[in-house]
Nanobody, 115 residues
Framework: QVQLVESGGGLVQAGGSLRVSCAAS????????MGWYRQAPGKQRELVATITRGGVTNYSDSVKGRFTISRDNAKNTAYLQMNSLKPEDTAVYYC?????????WGQGTQVTVSS
């Protein structure tokens, strides 16, 4: 079993920056793709960014040019650097990771951007 623990969320003013981290632990064989999703109140969970084990990235149009996803395979950790934050980025951010055909989710970390 793999556990994902997010950290680094918080409150920031519009235009500011935050970095969230996701650390995988437990019985890890080989973590594949990792990524971030977010869910705002009353909305569906949506993709933010993903990164393959080899470092290929994918971003939603709403965050392209502002957010950067990265990972450290040796530490089984993914990061999401969020710059130029907007109030509409406010949401709970969830980390996910795949290992084979299994997908794991973290508990989520709140990111709040004030105007």
């Amino acid at each position: 079993q793999v556990q994902l623990v997010e950290s680094g969320g918080g409150l920031v003013q519009a235009g500011g920056s935050l970095r969230v981290s996701c650390a995988a632990s437990g019985r890890i064989f080989s973590i594949g793709a990792m990524g971030w999703y977010r869910q705002a109140p009353g909305k569906q969970r949506e993709l933010v960014a993903t990164i393959t084990r080899g470092g290929v990235t994918n971003y939603s149009d709403s965050v392209k040019g502002r957010f950067t996803i990265s990972r450290d395979n040796a530490k089984n950790t993914a990061y999401l650097q969020m710059n130029s934050l907007k109030p509409e980025d406010t949401a709970v951010y969830y980390c996910h990771a795949t290992e084979g055909i299994v997908t794991y989710w973290g508990q989520g970390t709140q990111v709040t951007v004030s105007s």
